[in-house]
């Protein structure tokens, strides 16, 4: 019998206050309604991060908070044992932001180091982001995929050569008004918007757990997520249109 998937919440009390955790559950759930046996691991500050997950979750956060996250991980070690084990990260706004080479913190920009597992750099916008996100993701067929959720960051982050764009901007401001959303970077998925991001786009939820499981998961049939995807979209065109 195979071991349970093993989902990781990192630091829910530093980087956790927008409801992020809320990708920890969908995860866990979409793997249960497939009969996939799952457990979720919350680590607290302080706590060791194990290094056998099949897929860890960073999420939303002040300043001081992604400065005192980076700085564990990195005394741990053991997030970037996983990912050379083959492991997936899924990285939430703040979250996102450690995931890269540097973000900037304070009202003089202090420029930290980031964990370095995206190549990505942040550094402060000309304005804070903030309202509803619309974005088009291209699956690994070549799909076109519609995403939702709830963006506000107020650093704009530039994507390097050794990674891509997860998305492209319909509406909203995304990486950095540029028209790009997100960053992908082997295993490792970084993206701004809220919504819980995952609970909002079903599809995005399946990616990170075939990505995680490296396999391809059967679909599941559950229109009324679909439809309330479609509500979603539909909502927030009509606002895009009234800005």
Request: glycine share 12%; hydrophobic share 40%; aromatic share 6%.
């Amino acid at each position: 019998m195979s071991n349970p998937v093993e989902i990781v919440l990192i630091y829910q009390s530093l980087l956790g206050i927008y409801g992020d955790r809320g990708n920890a559950m969908v995860l866990l759930k979409r793997l249960q309604w497939r009969g996939i046996e799952a457990t979720l691991t919350v680590v607290d500050p302080g706590d060791e991060v194990p290094a056998t997950g099949s897929v860890y979750l960073l999420g939303g956060g002040e300043d001081a908070a992604q400065v005192s996250a980076v700085k564990a991980l990195k005394a741990d070690g053991n997030l970037f044992r996983a990912l050379d084990d083959g492991a997936a990260l899924f990285a939430v706004c703040a979250g996102y932001q450690i995931c890269g080479n540097t973000f900037t913190i304070g009202e003089h920009d202090e420029v930290i180091e980031g964990l370095g597992v995206l190549d990505v750099d942040t550094r402060r916008g000309s304005v804070r982001a903030v309202g509803e996100l619309l974005t088009r993701w291209t699956r690994a067929d070549g799909s076109k995929q519609l995403l939702t959720g709830f963006e506000n960051h107020g650093g704009f982050t530039t994507v390097g050569p050794a990674a891509t764009p997860l998305a492209t901007v319909e509406i909203g401001i995304g990486n950095a008004n540029d028209g790009t959303e997100g960053a992908v970077q082997g295993r490792v998925i970084g993206t701004y918007p809220h919504g819980p991001v995952l609970a909002r786009n079903a599809a995005l939820a399946d990616h990170v757990l075939s990505v995680a499981l490296d396999r391809e998961l059967a679909p599941i049939d559950r229109p009324e997520i679909d439809e309330l995807h479609r509500q979603r979209v539909e909502f927030v065109r009509k606002q895009g249109q009234r800005r």
